[in-house]
């Protein structure tokens, strides 16, 4: 398949420049940006000026909470955690999941995010669901808040063998740890040991709420989230942390001095008054600053214009400065740094790149004027400007229609789920 | 005109429940709400469920300034004002204005705001726009950034005159003095003159800025704004004050005893980096709070589900407690209260009311499961979730469409006036 994007805002996210031209793919990769065209093509996609970038990298997830979605909204952290999602969470079948993750991929789809890493229980429905939907994704297992049944090492292995029969340009393994407070230091030790083993990348959420920063000094002799884990060799692997909320200068020297990737999650942080991550810190440390919606539980909504829209002012109004954090800066974290934080070569509109692009319509009321749109897609665009979804060479999404996604049936068996665990709750 | 709105979900924003049932509109008021329904309609909007609920009252708006959406963005506030917007708007003409307001008539119609506070210069241009626009608005006119030609009384007496000939049903006015720092005290003294006069209600920016508030205890005897204003007699008038972000509790104890409303407008507040609204303490002292989005080059887009999501999300990281400033109460400030701080007689869809309705859309996936769908209002939904808009009980914007507006005339008027402000420039 050949595919010309014609006449199209381009957008370079290296540089935040915005150029009218042309882009073709063909089969999964970009064959040419610029103001030709040549060759056959199998479509022609007239973009009408419309913008067209990177697909958006959704750097930390936990998809099938789209079940859980407006549940235990407006209670404290902690009741929303042990009253609400643990207790839900422990009925929720593999098929749940299953369509959970269909749910959510509808939504990731409709609002332009072309990759996702995704940190949830049963891999094996999660991968066969997102193999379907035709996403790329960084898919992670290891100990979490569901305790693993036998020894760790087995379990591990037996969830990298899951892998084996999807595509691993699209769907990639990582050794996750869901966090310190949840899981032991042997544990933590063996997912090392088996990460490095197995040459896999690793993520787990860091320094989220100020309570995990106090617990964790007073029970490792004063030693701080990153600082703990550095000792235990984590950083030592390629590694993602989430949230990052609550580090200070010394934290992030860590995470910059071994090159590790942060994740950060504003909405899911201000609806659980988790806090306002010092991303202008992050920055200044020359940290690969990536983005996430967080579960759709906790945020609740998987939209990336959203986040990039808190992450450029919440990180103005924490440091009393308007200057900070440019919309320029913003999209290339929502885009490239994701791909590079999940290892991935896409992100970019580029020669060679993977095909995951989206055409955004510019033709609406609060797109116009049109003389600043790299600002307009940060502080003005919604997820529903939107026209077109490509993962991969593949388009997934347009106006509305899905290609592989029967969106009623989804419906349907996400209804039948609540109607069920309401009457187990 | 008879219209009946059926199998909807009708949102009580009193209490924050959804019924399933009827909403009957004659003429401009709602005729009835239940279950049933009777007599002959000219239509039937069948709801298919989705949500039916009063239109948004964006509180605080400069609409045109549209116009210079994207203008000057990251960039220190200082920088925005002074080198940006303030030169620019001195360029703009009474029909750049105009268009302006349409642009972002535009934008209300499609996103559900039903109802403006308005404040901006060459008033007789904006209440031309939104007459034509069949909106419900009140348009402020008074001492501002723009300086009065002549002298103040007979300004406030030519802009009053203004409104006699259009349906003061709905376009109202109010004398808006644009803030402490830009207006003398004696031409604050005379505004509140000409209101309690003309039995005006007032409004305006308030300790919306550290610097505002420290500037004017420095310059006032170290009384904070609302201290300052208390002295001239300006809560003496019914009022409205736009931010408020930097207040303690005594200067919100002031706001409650005269009974002010307040309109929190938190895009704006952390773009611009003044500061989070203390939203859960005006709560605690029982004042009626709004929403607004402030202008569209401060924030960028009007669009009051990013503002709903915001004033409940950034309230509850304000104070560390996921627990406050409740969804339910947030969709009530977005609209009774809303429409209690301009005056009118609007806002909940009870029988009476001004027909002021929006349909909003559940059969998205951001919008599934359907069991908490006012949480999924505040924190899911989408401004293209809203289907139709109705003011004063007219369909004004239905599945895309306009009644009232052309669309591409807009566009084409704004990209040239544009193209004019960039080679002035």
Known sequence: MRILFKDANILNVKDGTLSLGNVITCGNTIEYVGTSSFGEFDEVIDCNKNIVMPGFVDAHCHSPMSILRGTGDDTALDEWLYNYMIPLENKLTPDDIYWGEKLAVLEYLASGITTVEECYFENEKILQALSQSGLRARVGFGPSTRKVSGDLQ?????????????DSSLLKPCVYIHAIYSTTQEDIEKSVDFSAKHNLPMSIHLSETLDE????????????????????????RQTLCYHCVHMDKDDLQILSDYDASICTCPSSNVKLAS??????????????????????ASNNS??????????????????SDASVVKA??????????GAKAL???????????????????????????HDNLVSNLVYS????????????GKILYRDGKYTNEDVEQIYKKVDEIKKRLKNEH
């Open 154 to 166: 087995t379990y591990l292995k037996t969830q990298l063998s899951l892998f084996e029969k999807y």
């Open 213 to 236: 920063v106090g617990n964790c000094t007073v029970q490792n002799g004063g030693l701080t989230p990153p600082q703990y884990l550095e000792s235990l060799g984590f950083f030592d």
């Open 275 to 296: 806090g306002i991550a010092p991303v202008y810190a992050m920055q200044n440390k020359g940290i690969n600053i990536a983005i996430g919606t967080d579960g759709p």
């Open 302 to 319: 998987l939209d990336m214009f959203k986040e990039m829209f808190l992450v450029a002012t919440l990180s103005k109004v924490a440091i």
């Open 328 to 337: 320029s800066e913003v999209l290339k974290m929502a885009t490239l740094n």
């Open 343 to 369: 290892g991935f070569d896409s992100g970019e509109i580029a020669k060679g790149k993977k095909a995951d692009i989206i055409v955004v319509d510019i033709h609406n009321p609060h797109m116009h004027p």
């Open 381 to 392: 665009a919604k997820s529903s400007d939107v026209k077109l979804t490509m993962v991969d």
